[in-house]
């Protein structure tokens, strides 16, 4: 079984500061994790992954995001927000190293959470 | 670039009409996928398909059929739409190799109204 909670649903920052966005995952499996933004009325876009390799992970846009097994947690951060980055953005997991077969397939998406970016 | 097309961005469709949610995909992926996007539920896989007519369900099939006569086009069908199917749906494909690490790759969503 696996679940992943984003722990804001709204995020608001001003244009030029830091930005944290929240992520605790549970799975019974090593998982992979992901971060997906979707801007207004388009579809997703993965902006960056974690499949047991670096820890710290480097997306697109400036983004990044640090697996920490002991707290269970993959946060998104970027040091400096732009107006360009408020979309809603998702915590994914998936159970990287349970591959039986297509049938096996599952993601678990966050219910998101909404970044809004003041000038 | 993959491109996943839905061709309807926006419909509007009365209650009890069958309703067609076509996604076509230009990069010869074999998984293909549909999901319901609502305000503070995140996304729902509703079915998802592995290869050519092959179909599984995904979390929340009720009221949904699917059909992938060929690898490129995935269609999501209500065979009588009811109001609390008003939602956005998102399709989605990733490479069989992909699976279960890959990146999905989506179309910009088709927005139905159920009046």
């Known amino acids: 079984a696996q679940s992943v909670t984003q722990l804001d649903s709204h995020v608001s920052v001003s244009e030029g500061t830091p930005v944290l966005l929240r992520c605790n995952y549970s799975?019974?499996?090593?998982?992979?994790l992901f971060w997906y933004v979707q801007h207004p009325n388009k579809g997703l876009q993965l902006l960056l992954k974690y499949t047991s390799a670096a820890t710290l992970v480097k997306g697109i846009n400036g983004f990044e995001a640090e697996f920490k097994k002991s707290e269970t947690s993959f946060h998104l951060t970027k040091p400096s927000a732009h107006m360009s980055d408020a979309a809603e953005y998702f915590c994914?997991?998936?159970?990287?190293?349970?591959?039986?077969?297509?049938?096996?397939?599952?993601?678990?998406f966050g219910k998101g959470t909404k970044l809004s970016v003041i000038p | 670039d993959v491109k996943v097309t839905q061709s309807s961005r926006y419909l509007v469709k009365r209650t009890g009409e069958k309703v067609f949610l076509e996604c076509v995909q230009d990069m010869d992926h074999e998984n293909m996928f549909w999901y319901r996007q609502d305000p503070g539920l995140g996304l729902r896989l509703i079915y998802f398909?592995?290869?050519?007519?092959?179909?599984e369900k995904g979390d929340i099939p009720e009221g949904y059929s699917v059909s992938r006569e060929k690898k490129e086009r995935f269609s999501l069908i209500l065979e009588s739409a009811s109001t609390n199917q008003t939602s956005m749906y998102l399709c989605?494909?990733?490479?069989?190799?992909?699976?279960?690490?890959?990146?999905?790759?989506f179309g910009e969503g088709s927005r139905l109204t159920v009046l």
């Open positions: 799975s019974s499996y090593s998982p992979s």
């Open positions: 994914v997991v998936s159970p990287a190293d349970l591959y039986s077969g297509a049938g096996s397939y599952q993601l678990t």
């Open positions: 989605a494909s990733t490479p069989f190799r992909e699976l279960p690490t890959g990146e999905l790759f």
């Open positions: 398909s592995y290869d050519v007519k092959m179909k």
